[in-house]
């Protein structure tokens, strides 16, 4: 194995930024090995200085700059993540960072990145025009790059997270990828020491160039369309990280926006944890069955970061709760006179419910003359309080159909 070389310069980095960084908990989820089918822990990055792995590259590669680079100050192009983690580095060594984001990056993670004292240069849809601007600025400054995955400094960087996993003997590691900084550091870091170890990286299907890359054995380029997941929504993995991930990276499975979001809401809700949709695509991919366990496994989904919009986790959270029947709409089509609307919400109340929203349509032309539809919203404990509750309004002579 090539790169397998480079597991003593991971060692010598980890000793080198570990007074920097956390090292984060590996929490073991019965919740989720009873789901799963294997014995699931979970590695909390989430938990990590800034909310996220990068951190770990950052320090890395700004600790190995000379003193003339350090005075000529760094840049970095980042969604966010990767911004914070150099915007923080650069601050606690002293060093002037310019960061360009995306125009779409997410609000939460520009105010962070912003508040490390770096300065921010929001350019571009997508990281790869964000990273033109970057040359551009490069080329009238000489600001030293800190490439997200593009550079073996970085690479290794991150591979401490794989330290941290080794004394726990995984069988089966599983990897968010966008670029592969993250899943290429790990896997030096594991399979130097044990190469039985699985390492399953996970792409969103909004962004599946290294999926495809791996499946032709040559890179490719494809344009990212729309996900939660945007801390892995990448053009195209580097020739350097896609070189590594060819030779130790066992797969490369995609998950959807449903899958992700499922998981975010499962891990609030099962394990109190806070993760963003590119996080929890690792647990999405154990939950949605794409990677194949057994009891005996034991498999640790690496939950990246945890710096998720809180508007985006409102949306999630309450699309989940919709979809899953917690939260509930009913359409009623009743006579337009006083007491009806109070027959619907005594018959909720009868059931525990609690109502969110009220909706009164009287001009549709599903709607007679003298009627009103009305959408009620509501809570529902359970799917049996909510047959019961569909009963008796049929009982009150009140036709109720939900909204899918």
């Known amino acids: ?183 290429s550091g790990v896997s030096i870091a594991l399979k130097a020491k044990n190469p039985r170890i699985k390492i399953i990286g996970v792409q969103s299907s909004a962004s599946p160039s290294l999926k495809v890359s791996k499946d032709l054995h040559r890179l490719v380029e494809i344009e990212p369309s729309f996900s939660i997941a945007d801390g892995i929504l990448v053009k195209s993995p580097s020739e350097l990280t896609f070189s590594i991930i060819e030779e130790l990276v066992d797969d490369i499975v995609l998950v959807d926006d449903e899958e992700i979001a499922n998981a975010i809401v499962y891990l609030l809700e099962r394990n109190k944890t806070l993760v963003e949709g590119a996080g929890a695509a690792s647990l999405a991919a154990l939950l949605s069955g794409k990677i194949r366990v057994s009891p005996s496994d034991k498999a640790v989904p690496i939950l990246s970061g945890g710096n998720i919009d809180l508007s985006v986790l409102s949306r999630i959270i309450d699309k989940m709760l919709f979809k899953n029947k917690r939260i509930v709409k009913v359409k009623v089509i009743v006579p337009d006179k006083p007491g009806y609307l109070n027959k619907v919400l005594s018959r909720i109340a009868q059931i525990r419910g609690n109502v969110i929203d009220v909706i009164h349509d009287r001009v549709s032309s599903d709607v007679k003359p003298g009627y009103t539809k009305i959408y009620v919203m509501f809570e529902v404990p359970s799917g049996e309080a909510l047959s019961d509750f569909m009963y008796n309004l049929a009982i009150d002579g009140i036709e109720a159909k939900l909204v899918e």
Not at 8 to 15: A, S
């Open 1 to 183: 194995m090539i790169y397998t070389q480079y597991f003593d310069q991971i060692v010598k980095i980890h000793e080198r930024i570990r007074q920097y960084i956390h090292e984060t908990p590996l929490d073991f989820s019965s919740t989720f090995s009873s789901m799963v089918g294997a014995q699931v822990y979970l590695k909390l990055e989430n938990l990590q200085k800034t909310g996220s792995f990068k951190v770990r590259g950052a320090f890395s590669k700004l600790t190995s700059l000379t003193e003339e680079e350090k005075k000529r100050g760094v840049i970095a192009v980042s969604a966010g993540n990767h911004a914070q983690g150099v915007a923080y580095a650069a601050k606690v060594l002293g060093i002037k960072a310019t960061i360009v984001m995306p125009e779409t990056a997410p609000i939460s993670k520009y105010q962070a990145t912003k508040s490390y004292g770096a300065q921010v240069i929001l350019y571009g849809k997508f990281l790869h025009e964000s990273m033109k601007k970057a040359e551009e600025i490069i080329r009238e400054e000489g600001k030293i790059l800190v490439h997200p995955y593009g550079d073996i400094n970085v690479i290794l960087g991150q591979g401490t997270l794989g330290l941290e996993l080794l004394p726990y003997n995984p069988d089966i590691v599983v990897v968010p990828v966008g670029g592969g900084g993250l899943i």
